[in-house]
Protein backbone atom coordinates (compact mmCIF):
# COMPACT_ATOMS: atom_id res chain seq x y z
CA UNK A 1 0.00 0.00 0.00
CA UNK A 2 0.93 3.64 -0.14
CA UNK A 3 -0.09 6.37 1.23
CA UNK A 4 -0.56 10.00 0.36
CA UNK A 5 0.35 13.06 3.01
CA UNK A 6 -1.30 16.57 1.24
CA UNK A 7 -0.26 19.52 3.10
CA UNK A 8 -0.93 22.96 2.08
CA UNK A 9 1.20 25.85 3.73
CA UNK A 10 -1.24 28.78 3.48
CA UNK A 11 0.30 32.46 4.48
CA UNK A 12 0.18 35.86 3.43
CA UNK A 13 2.56 38.32 5.33
CA UNK A 14 1.90 42.10 6.06
CA UNK A 15 3.61 44.02 3.55
CA UNK A 16 5.49 47.32 4.22
CA UNK A 17 4.93 50.26 2.47
CA UNK A 18 7.92 51.96 0.95
CA UNK A 19 8.70 53.87 4.41
CA UNK A 20 11.43 57.13 3.35
CA UNK A 21 13.99 58.25 5.78
CA UNK A 22 11.63 61.73 6.15
CA UNK A 23 8.66 59.55 7.78
CA UNK A 24 11.03 58.82 10.85
CA UNK A 25 9.66 60.16 13.85
CA UNK A 26 6.65 61.41 12.03
CA UNK A 27 4.62 58.39 10.81
CA UNK A 28 4.28 54.96 12.23
CA UNK A 29 2.15 53.66 9.97
CA UNK A 30 4.29 50.77 8.49
CA UNK A 31 2.20 48.57 6.13
CA UNK A 32 0.53 49.36 3.14
CA UNK A 33 -3.02 48.48 3.96
CA UNK A 34 -4.39 48.75 0.40
CA UNK A 35 -1.99 46.29 -1.18
CA UNK A 36 -2.50 43.81 1.66
CA UNK A 37 -6.42 44.15 0.70
CA UNK A 38 -6.00 43.82 -3.27
CA UNK A 39 -3.91 40.75 -2.86
CA UNK A 40 -5.63 38.96 -0.64
CA UNK A 41 -9.13 39.68 -2.37
CA UNK A 42 -7.32 38.47 -5.54
CA UNK A 43 -5.58 35.43 -4.01
CA UNK A 44 -9.18 34.57 -2.28
CA UNK A 45 -10.77 34.64 -5.38
CA UNK A 46 -8.33 32.96 -7.61
CA UNK A 47 -7.10 30.34 -4.31
CA UNK A 48 -8.58 30.25 -1.36
CA UNK A 49 -12.25 30.07 -1.98
CA UNK A 50 -12.66 28.27 -5.01
CA UNK A 51 -9.85 25.34 -3.53
CA UNK A 52 -11.28 24.88 0.14
CA UNK A 53 -14.63 24.47 -1.30
CA UNK A 54 -13.75 21.98 -3.97
CA UNK A 55 -11.54 19.96 -1.14
CA UNK A 56 -14.65 20.27 0.93
CA UNK A 57 -16.51 18.87 -2.32
CA UNK A 58 -13.90 15.96 -2.75
CA UNK A 59 -14.00 15.14 1.27
CA UNK A 60 -17.74 14.77 0.60
CA UNK A 61 -17.88 12.80 -2.53
CA UNK A 62 -15.01 10.12 -1.02
CA UNK A 63 -16.85 9.94 1.99
CA UNK A 64 -13.77 11.03 4.21
CA UNK A 65 -11.34 8.95 2.35
CA UNK A 66 -9.42 12.12 1.25
CA UNK A 67 -8.27 13.81 3.66
CA UNK A 68 -5.54 16.66 4.07
CA UNK A 69 -3.77 19.23 6.32
CA UNK A 70 -3.03 22.75 6.19
CA UNK A 71 -0.57 24.82 8.82
CA UNK A 72 -2.66 28.71 8.05
CA UNK A 73 -0.19 31.44 9.46
CA UNK A 74 -1.61 33.87 12.06
CA UNK A 75 -0.88 36.86 9.57
CA UNK A 76 -3.01 34.94 6.98
CA UNK A 77 -5.50 34.55 9.92
CA UNK A 78 -6.01 38.37 10.74
CA UNK A 79 -6.36 38.86 6.73
CA UNK A 80 -8.77 36.53 6.26
CA UNK A 81 -10.46 38.24 9.48
CA UNK A 82 -10.39 41.94 7.85
CA UNK A 83 -10.62 41.36 4.14
CA UNK A 84 -12.27 37.84 3.19
CA UNK A 85 -13.92 36.32 6.35
CA UNK A 86 -15.72 33.93 3.66
CA UNK A 87 -12.48 32.39 3.78
CA UNK A 88 -12.56 32.00 7.37
CA UNK A 89 -15.88 30.01 7.20
CA UNK A 90 -15.66 27.38 4.47
CA UNK A 91 -12.19 26.52 6.51
CA UNK A 92 -14.30 26.07 9.41
CA UNK A 93 -16.63 23.77 7.18
CA UNK A 94 -13.91 21.58 6.01
CA UNK A 95 -12.39 21.55 9.97
CA UNK A 96 -16.22 20.28 11.19
CA UNK A 97 -16.00 16.94 8.96
CA UNK A 98 -12.96 15.91 10.69
CA UNK A 99 -10.82 14.87 7.50
CA UNK A 100 -8.45 17.85 7.94
CA UNK A 101 -5.81 18.52 10.08
CA UNK A 102 -4.64 21.57 11.32
CA UNK A 103 -0.73 22.31 11.85
CA UNK A 104 1.67 24.17 14.14
CA UNK A 105 3.76 27.08 13.81
CA UNK A 106 5.14 30.28 14.21
CA UNK A 107 1.85 32.92 14.41
CA UNK A 108 4.25 35.52 12.47
CA UNK A 109 5.95 32.91 9.57
CA UNK A 110 9.36 34.10 11.73
CA UNK A 111 12.89 33.12 11.57
CA UNK A 112 12.62 33.23 15.70
CA UNK A 113 13.69 29.66 16.16
CA UNK A 114 17.28 30.65 14.29
CA UNK A 115 17.59 34.37 16.61
CA UNK A 116 15.39 33.97 19.45
CA UNK A 117 13.99 30.85 21.95
CA UNK A 118 11.75 33.02 23.55
CA UNK A 119 10.37 34.78 20.86
CA UNK A 120 9.95 31.39 19.21
CA UNK A 121 7.61 29.51 21.61
CA UNK A 122 5.58 32.85 22.03
CA UNK A 123 4.52 33.08 18.98
CA UNK A 124 4.12 29.21 18.54
CA UNK A 125 1.85 29.99 21.81
CA UNK A 126 -0.18 32.59 19.82
CA UNK A 127 -0.86 30.44 16.73
CA UNK A 128 -1.93 27.76 18.51
CA UNK A 129 -4.34 29.88 20.46
CA UNK A 130 -5.73 31.35 17.45
CA UNK A 131 -6.00 27.91 15.92
CA UNK A 132 -8.36 26.36 18.93
CA UNK A 133 -10.17 29.77 18.76
CA UNK A 134 -11.23 29.41 15.21
CA UNK A 135 -11.34 25.94 14.46
CA UNK A 136 -11.68 24.38 17.61
CA UNK A 137 -9.04 22.02 17.18
CA UNK A 138 -5.43 22.07 19.13
CA UNK A 139 -2.08 21.08 16.69
CA UNK A 140 -0.28 18.19 17.32
CA UNK A 141 2.24 17.97 14.47
CA UNK A 142 4.46 21.05 14.03
CA UNK A 143 5.66 22.92 10.53
CA UNK A 144 8.28 25.49 11.19
CA UNK A 145 8.03 28.50 8.58
CA UNK A 146 9.45 27.51 5.30
CA UNK A 147 10.07 24.19 6.60
CA UNK A 148 13.45 25.23 7.86
CA UNK A 149 14.64 22.03 10.24
CA UNK A 150 17.69 20.92 12.21
CA UNK A 151 18.63 18.41 14.90
CA UNK A 152 18.02 21.53 17.68
CA UNK A 153 14.73 21.80 16.46
CA UNK A 154 13.84 17.96 16.78
CA UNK A 155 15.05 18.48 20.76
CA UNK A 156 12.91 21.79 21.37
CA UNK A 157 10.20 20.51 19.37
CA UNK A 158 9.81 17.16 21.73
CA UNK A 159 9.92 18.89 25.18
CA UNK A 160 7.26 21.01 23.83
CA UNK A 161 4.95 18.01 23.62
CA UNK A 162 4.78 18.18 19.74
CA UNK A 163 4.07 14.04 18.27
CA UNK A 164 5.75 14.88 14.85
CA UNK A 165 7.36 17.55 12.49
CA UNK A 166 7.52 18.07 8.49
CA UNK A 167 10.30 19.05 6.55
CA UNK A 168 12.12 19.14 2.95
CA UNK A 169 13.28 15.66 2.02
CA UNK A 170 16.64 17.30 0.66
CA UNK A 171 19.16 15.03 -1.40
CA UNK A 172 21.60 16.16 1.24
CA UNK A 173 19.74 15.01 4.12
CA UNK A 174 18.66 11.89 2.47
CA UNK A 175 21.54 10.69 0.80
CA UNK A 176 20.70 7.36 -1.03
CA UNK A 177 17.67 7.30 1.03
CA UNK A 178 14.06 7.63 0.09
CA UNK A 179 11.62 10.53 1.75
CA UNK A 180 8.95 7.80 1.78
CA UNK A 181 9.61 6.91 4.40
CA UNK A 182 9.20 7.98 8.38
CA UNK A 183 12.24 8.77 9.82
CA UNK A 184 13.63 10.54 12.75
CA UNK A 185 16.95 12.68 14.02
CA UNK A 186 19.63 11.49 15.78
CA UNK A 187 19.01 13.77 18.38
CA UNK A 188 15.33 13.25 19.94
CA UNK A 189 12.67 10.67 18.62
CA UNK A 190 9.80 12.95 17.47
CA UNK A 191 8.64 11.84 14.09
CA UNK A 192 10.02 12.93 10.85
CA UNK A 193 7.88 13.17 7.47
CA UNK A 194 10.17 14.29 4.67
CA UNK A 195 8.78 16.31 1.40
CA UNK A 196 9.03 14.53 -1.47
CA UNK A 197 9.88 17.16 -3.19
CA UNK A 198 9.90 15.72 -6.83
CA UNK A 199 6.67 14.58 -7.25
CA UNK A 200 5.49 17.43 -4.90
CA UNK A 201 7.15 20.09 -7.32
CA UNK A 202 5.76 18.37 -10.24
CA UNK A 203 2.54 19.62 -9.14
CA UNK A 204 3.69 23.09 -7.70
CA UNK A 205 6.39 24.13 -10.33
CA UNK A 206 6.05 22.59 -13.07
CA UNK A 207 2.41 21.57 -14.25
CA UNK A 208 1.84 24.50 -16.98
CA UNK A 209 5.46 24.45 -18.30
CA UNK A 210 5.03 23.41 -21.72
CA UNK A 211 9.05 23.04 -21.81
CA UNK A 212 8.45 20.40 -19.48
CA UNK A 213 9.03 17.04 -20.85
CA UNK A 214 6.67 15.14 -18.84
CA UNK A 215 4.27 18.46 -19.92
CA UNK A 216 1.37 17.43 -19.78
CA UNK A 217 1.12 16.33 -16.30
CA UNK A 218 -2.30 14.04 -16.47
CA UNK A 219 -4.28 12.33 -13.11
CA UNK A 220 -3.34 8.90 -15.29
CA UNK A 221 0.63 9.38 -15.49
CA UNK A 222 1.01 10.94 -11.93
CA UNK A 223 -0.95 8.08 -10.25
CA UNK A 224 1.32 6.07 -11.72
CA UNK A 225 4.37 7.48 -10.68
CA UNK A 226 2.47 7.26 -6.89
CA UNK A 227 1.72 3.74 -7.46
CA UNK A 228 5.28 2.53 -8.31
CA UNK A 229 6.50 3.66 -4.58
CA UNK A 230 4.47 0.80 -3.11
CA UNK A 231 7.16 -1.64 -2.48
CA UNK A 232 9.70 1.18 -2.17
CA UNK A 233 7.97 3.01 0.09
CA UNK A 234 5.28 3.84 2.66
CA UNK A 235 3.97 6.91 2.07
CA UNK A 236 4.30 10.28 -0.48
CA UNK A 237 4.41 13.47 1.74
CA UNK A 238 3.23 16.04 -1.15
CA UNK A 239 3.94 19.58 0.49
CA UNK A 240 3.37 22.91 -1.21
CA UNK A 241 1.91 26.27 -1.02
CA UNK A 242 -1.85 26.63 -1.44
CA UNK A 243 -1.61 29.29 -3.35
CA UNK A 244 -0.25 26.23 -6.19
CA UNK A 245 -4.15 26.37 -6.86
CA UNK A 246 -5.18 28.84 -9.11
CA UNK A 247 -2.65 31.57 -8.13
CA UNK A 248 0.64 29.93 -9.52
CA UNK A 249 -0.81 27.45 -11.33
CA UNK A 250 -4.13 29.01 -13.19
CA UNK A 251 -7.19 27.80 -13.65
CA UNK A 252 -7.49 27.74 -17.24
CA UNK A 253 -4.67 25.41 -17.15
CA UNK A 254 -6.80 22.75 -15.73
CA UNK A 255 -5.00 22.56 -12.31
CA UNK A 256 -8.50 22.44 -10.70
CA UNK A 257 -9.74 19.79 -12.96
CA UNK A 258 -6.47 18.03 -12.04
CA UNK A 259 -6.54 18.05 -8.06
CA UNK A 260 -10.56 17.01 -8.40
CA UNK A 261 -9.32 13.67 -10.41
CA UNK A 262 -6.71 12.75 -8.65
CA UNK A 263 -8.23 10.64 -5.89
CA UNK A 264 -10.59 9.01 -7.79
CA UNK A 265 -7.78 7.88 -9.97
CA UNK A 266 -5.34 7.14 -6.82
CA UNK A 267 -8.08 5.03 -4.45
CA UNK A 268 -9.12 2.89 -7.80
CA UNK A 269 -6.23 0.81 -6.21
CA UNK A 270 -8.05 -0.37 -2.65
CA UNK A 271 -4.72 -0.35 -0.90
CA UNK A 272 -4.02 3.23 -1.60
CA UNK A 273 -5.23 5.93 1.01
CA UNK A 274 -5.20 9.96 1.78
CA UNK A 275 -4.00 10.26 5.58
CA UNK A 276 -3.38 13.45 7.42
CA UNK A 277 0.76 13.77 9.51
CA UNK A 278 -1.24 12.20 12.95
CA UNK A 279 -2.40 9.67 10.95
CA UNK A 280 0.84 8.59 9.11
CA UNK A 281 2.54 8.91 12.32
CA UNK A 282 0.17 6.52 13.71
CA UNK A 283 0.27 4.00 11.36
CA UNK A 284 3.94 3.89 10.13
CA UNK A 285 6.72 2.71 12.27
CA UNK A 286 10.35 5.30 11.96
CA UNK A 287 12.34 3.36 9.50
CA UNK A 288 15.84 5.38 10.17
CA UNK A 289 17.36 8.29 11.61
CA UNK A 290 18.62 11.26 10.13
CA UNK A 291 21.76 13.85 11.29
CA UNK A 292 20.68 17.25 10.22
CA UNK A 293 23.04 19.21 11.56
CA UNK A 294 22.53 22.03 9.77
CA UNK A 295 19.01 23.36 8.97
CA UNK A 296 17.89 22.46 5.71
CA UNK A 297 14.69 24.25 4.20
CA UNK A 298 12.44 23.79 1.15
CA UNK A 299 13.13 27.22 -0.46
CA UNK A 300 14.89 27.62 -3.58
CA UNK A 301 17.52 24.70 -5.48
CA UNK A 302 19.64 25.32 -2.53
CA UNK A 303 17.26 24.08 0.21
CA UNK A 304 19.35 26.10 2.99
CA UNK A 305 18.45 28.57 4.71
CA UNK A 306 20.27 31.70 1.85
CA UNK A 307 17.01 32.40 0.44
CA UNK A 308 17.15 34.69 4.19
CA UNK A 309 20.62 34.63 5.49
CA UNK A 310 22.21 34.96 2.06
CA UNK A 311 23.74 38.34 1.89
CA UNK A 312 24.88 41.14 4.09
CA UNK A 313 22.15 43.16 4.00
CA UNK A 314 19.83 40.59 4.89
CA UNK A 315 21.81 39.77 8.20
CA UNK A 316 22.30 43.23 9.05
CA UNK A 317 18.47 43.55 9.04
CA UNK A 318 17.87 40.89 10.99
CA UNK A 319 20.58 41.20 13.69
CA UNK A 320 19.13 44.67 14.63
CA UNK A 321 15.31 43.17 14.36
CA UNK A 322 16.28 40.64 17.25
CA UNK A 323 18.27 43.72 19.06
CA UNK A 324 15.72 45.65 19.77
CA UNK A 325 13.48 42.38 20.58
CA UNK A 326 13.72 42.99 24.34
CA UNK A 327 13.11 46.83 24.53
CA UNK A 328 10.14 46.42 22.59
CA UNK A 329 8.45 43.89 24.80
CA UNK A 330 9.83 45.87 27.91
CA UNK A 331 7.88 48.78 26.49
CA UNK A 332 4.72 47.24 26.87
CA UNK A 333 3.28 48.77 24.27
CA UNK A 334 0.95 46.65 22.51
CA UNK A 335 0.94 48.16 19.45
CA UNK A 336 4.43 48.68 19.06
CA UNK A 337 5.08 45.11 19.80
CA UNK A 338 2.47 43.71 17.24
CA UNK A 339 4.11 45.95 14.40
CA UNK A 340 7.71 44.32 15.59
CA UNK A 341 6.17 41.04 15.40
CA UNK A 342 5.17 41.78 12.24
CA UNK A 343 8.76 42.91 11.70
CA UNK A 344 9.22 38.90 12.08
CA UNK A 345 7.94 37.53 9.15
CA UNK A 346 10.08 35.81 6.71
CA UNK A 347 8.61 37.72 3.85
CA UNK A 348 10.93 40.72 4.49
CA UNK A 349 14.15 39.29 4.25
CA UNK A 350 13.29 37.25 1.30
CA UNK A 351 13.30 40.17 -0.46
CA UNK A 352 15.91 41.31 -0.09
CA UNK A 353 17.64 38.38 -1.57
CA UNK A 354 19.91 38.80 -4.63
CA UNK A 355 20.02 35.68 -5.87
CA UNK A 356 19.30 35.20 -9.99
CA UNK A 357 18.82 32.65 -12.80
CA UNK A 358 16.30 29.73 -12.02
CA UNK A 359 15.20 31.05 -8.10
CA UNK A 360 14.98 34.73 -9.53
CA UNK A 361 11.48 35.03 -10.94
CA UNK A 362 10.34 33.05 -7.32
CA UNK A 363 11.66 35.88 -5.38
CA UNK A 364 9.88 38.30 -7.02
CA UNK A 365 6.46 36.72 -6.73
CA UNK A 366 4.21 39.19 -4.86
CA UNK A 367 7.34 41.75 -3.82
CA UNK A 368 6.15 45.56 -3.40
CA UNK A 369 9.72 46.30 -4.17
CA UNK A 370 11.99 47.01 -6.99
CA UNK A 371 15.00 45.92 -5.97
CA UNK A 372 16.67 43.99 -2.82
CA UNK A 373 17.85 47.16 -1.67
CA UNK A 374 14.77 49.00 -1.60
CA UNK A 375 13.25 46.65 0.56
CA UNK A 376 16.39 46.81 3.47
CA UNK A 377 16.35 50.87 3.27
CA UNK A 378 12.39 50.56 3.86
CA UNK A 379 13.34 47.73 6.41
CA UNK A 380 15.95 49.62 8.37
CA UNK A 381 13.72 53.14 8.08
CA UNK A 382 11.17 51.34 9.63
CA UNK A 383 13.19 50.17 12.39
CA UNK A 384 14.94 53.18 12.89
CA UNK A 385 11.14 55.09 13.73
CA UNK A 386 10.27 51.88 16.13
CA UNK A 387 13.46 52.65 18.28
CA UNK A 388 12.30 56.54 18.16
CA UNK A 389 9.07 55.07 19.65
CA UNK A 390 10.85 52.66 22.22
CA UNK A 391 12.45 56.31 23.31
CA UNK A 392 9.51 57.95 23.55
CA UNK A 393 7.99 55.53 25.71
CA UNK A 394 10.91 55.17 27.56
CA UNK A 395 10.93 58.88 28.43
CA UNK A 396 7.26 58.40 28.66
CA UNK A 397 8.18 56.10 31.60
CA UNK A 398 10.91 57.53 33.53
CA UNK A 399 8.89 60.92 33.84
CA UNK A 400 5.66 59.29 34.68
CA UNK A 401 8.04 57.45 37.31
CA UNK A 402 9.95 60.50 38.69
CA UNK A 403 6.25 62.32 39.03
CA UNK A 404 5.19 59.17 41.17
CA UNK A 405 8.45 59.42 43.50
CA UNK A 406 8.03 63.58 43.69
CA UNK A 407 5.04 63.03 44.76
CA UNK A 408 5.80 60.49 47.39
CA UNK A 409 8.40 62.90 48.76
CA UNK A 410 5.92 65.92 48.94
CA UNK A 411 3.20 63.41 51.22
CA UNK A 412 6.08 62.98 53.21
CA UNK A 413 7.45 66.18 53.87
CA UNK A 414 3.70 66.98 54.41
CA UNK A 415 3.42 64.09 57.22
CA UNK A 416 6.64 65.50 58.39
CA UNK A 417 5.13 68.78 58.88
CA UNK A 418 1.98 67.98 60.71
CA UNK A 419 4.20 66.02 63.02
Known sequence: MVAICFYFQVHQPFRMRNYHVFDIGKDSNYFDEQKNKEIMEKVARKCYLPTTRL????????????????????????????????????????????????????????????????????????????????FGVTPKVFRNT????????????????????LAEGADQVLDWRSPNYLYKSVSAGIPLLLKNYKLSDDIAFRFSNPEWKEHPLTVP?????????????????????????????????????????????FLKNHDNSFMTPSEVISSFPIRGELDIHHPVSWADVERDLSAWRGNPIQEAALKHLYEVEDSVKMSNDEKLISDWRKLTTSDHFYYMCTKWFNDGDVHKYFNPYDSPYDSFIAFMNVLKDMEHRININVDSTISQDKLENDNEVDKTMMVNEVS
Not at 103 to 114: G, M, P, Q, R
Not at 148 to 162: D, P
Request: aromatic residues 14%; contains cysteine; hydrophobic residues 40%.
Open 55 to 134: LLSMVREHKGKFRCSFSITGTALEQFERYSPEVISIFRELAETGCVEFLSETYHHSLSFLFSKKEFHEQVDMHRKKIEWL
Open 221 to 265: KYVHWLNQVNGAGEVVNLFMDYETFGEHQWEDKGIFQFLEHLPRE
Open 146 to 165: ELIFNNELAIELEKMGYKGV
